[in-house]
């Protein structure tokens, strides 16, 4: 399984930005979809927004939660996917997880579930508060 480890965590006011990485060591992240997930404590994981490295310009999906704010990239030079987080707002608080999923023949994944990805970094911690 692809090995995933997140990092650009921290903490910000309201308003302010946070950008995240996620990148693969010792697998391409080529062909997969990459998901940013937040759990934020005593709640379930949920999906964040979600990109196909292999159409990554056509293939993202966002929480209508973070939609118009946050924006998933992917780099594939650096086998980094980005996440960046504008206008962020206390209840962006939480754990963030990134997630990969190998894609099918389609090349395309449209939904946000965690029981869907079978691979998992250790999570950073954004905090959002004034």
């Known amino acids: 399984q692809v090995q995933l480890v997140e990092s650009g965590g921290g903490s910000a006011q309201p308003g302010g930005s946070l950008r995240l990485s996620c990148v693969g060591q010792?697998?391409?992240?080529?062909?997969?979809?990459i998901g940013w997930f937040r759990q934020a404590p005593g709640k379930e994981r949920d999906g964040v927004a979600c990109?196909?490295?292999?159409?990554?310009?056509?293939?993202?999906v966002y929480s209508d939660s973070v939609k118009g704010r946050f924006t998933i990239s992917f780099d594939k030079l650096q086998n980094t996917v980005h996440l960046q987080m504008n206008s962020l707002k206390p209840e962006d608080t939480g754990v963030y997880y990134c997630?990969?999923?190998?894609?099918?023949?389609?090349?395309?994944?449209?939904?946000?579930?965690?029981?869907?990805?079978?691979?998992w970094g250790r999570g950073t911690q954004v905090t959002v508060s004034s």
């Open positions: 997630g990969a999923r190998k894609l099918d023949y389609s090349g395309r994944y449209f939904h946000m579930n965690p029981a869907d990805f079978a691979s």
């Open positions: 010792g697998y391409t992240l080529d062909r997969y979809a």
């Open positions: 990109i196909s490295t292999l159409n990554d310009n056509d293939n993202q």
